[in-house]
Antibody
Framework: QVQLQESGPGLVKPSQTLSLTCTVSGGSISSGSYYWSWIRQPAGKGLEWIGRIYTSGSTNYNPSLKSRVTISVDTSKNQFSLKLSSVTAADTAVYYC????????????WGQGTLVTVSS | DIQMTQSPSSVSASVGDRVTITCRASQGISSWLAWYQQKPGKAPKLLIYAASSLQSGVPSRFSGSGSGTDFTLTISSLQPEDFATYYCQQANSFLPLTFGGGTKVEIK
């Protein structure tokens, strides 16, 4: 059973960089036709796709965040990571990592989510 | 971006009711639509993919239909564990991937 787990600071100061890591267990991050995404959800609001990475290293980002986002993968650690720079209070949200499949074209496995608050 | 519009934004229903949620895409996405269920404090759970395919382990009371721009999620007989918020997501090759605003299914 594949499991995803987010980790990283729960509090980030404005203008700093938010950094999160997603650890994948129960399967190799490199196997199969998958991509690995970050998705966020402000309190009481809907879901926003941040971006994705394939284990080839190819990335796609949401244009609304593209200038501030970097997603990377470390296959040796079975992890992928998110960096979001120059954060403001508007970036306060629950951040989820998720596995997308090119066959199903949906997100079939999700992490539990981690709340990141941007505040001084 | 492809805009995904869900309706209604909330619905009150009783156990045993049939509930239908609609999702409209701002442009055609073929059958590349997924539906998720989210309960408070939990991650979304994939229910339906490719508009009408039931994800493994999801009860058969959930069904999806549609193609192009108009889609529906139907719960044939609402159960207590189905009270949650439901989201659609366009899964076409158009980026960015986008979600609908959500439909909250509440107890009547």
């Amino acid at each position: 059973q594949v499991q995803l787990q987010e980790s990283g600071p729960g509090l980030v100061k404005p203008s700093q960089t938010l950094s999160l890591t997603c650890t994948v267990s129960g399967g190799s991050i490199s196997s199969g036709s998958y991509y690995w995404s970050w998705i966020r959800q402000p309190a009481g609001k809907g879901l926003e796709w941040i971006g994705r990475i394939y284990t080839s290293g190819s990335t796609n980002y949401n244009p609304s965040l593209k200038s501030r986002v970097t997603i990377s993968v470390d296959t040796s650690k079975n992890q992928f990571s998110l960096k979001l720079s120059s954060v403001t209070a508007a970036d306060t949200a629950v951040y989820y990592c998720a596995r997308g499949t090119t066959m199903v074209r949906g997100f079939d496995y999700w992490g539990q989510g981690t709340l990141v608050t941007v505040s001084s | 971006d492809i805009q995904m519009t869900q309706s209604p934004s909330s619905v009150s229903a009783s156990v045993g009711d049939r509930v239908t949620i609609t999702c409209r895409a701002s442009q055609g996405i073929s059958s590349w639509l997924a539906w998720y269920q989210q309960k408070p404090g939990k991650a979304p759970k994939l229910l339906i993919y490719a508009a009408s395919s039931l994800q493994s382990g999801v009860p058969s009371r959930f069904s999806g239909s549609g193609s192009g721009t108009d889609f529906t999620l139907t719960i044939s007989s609402l159960q207590p564990e189905d009270f949650a918020t439901y989201y659609c997501q366009q899964a076409n090759s158009f980026l960015p991937l986008t979600f609908g605003g959500g439909t909250k299914v509440e107890i009547k």
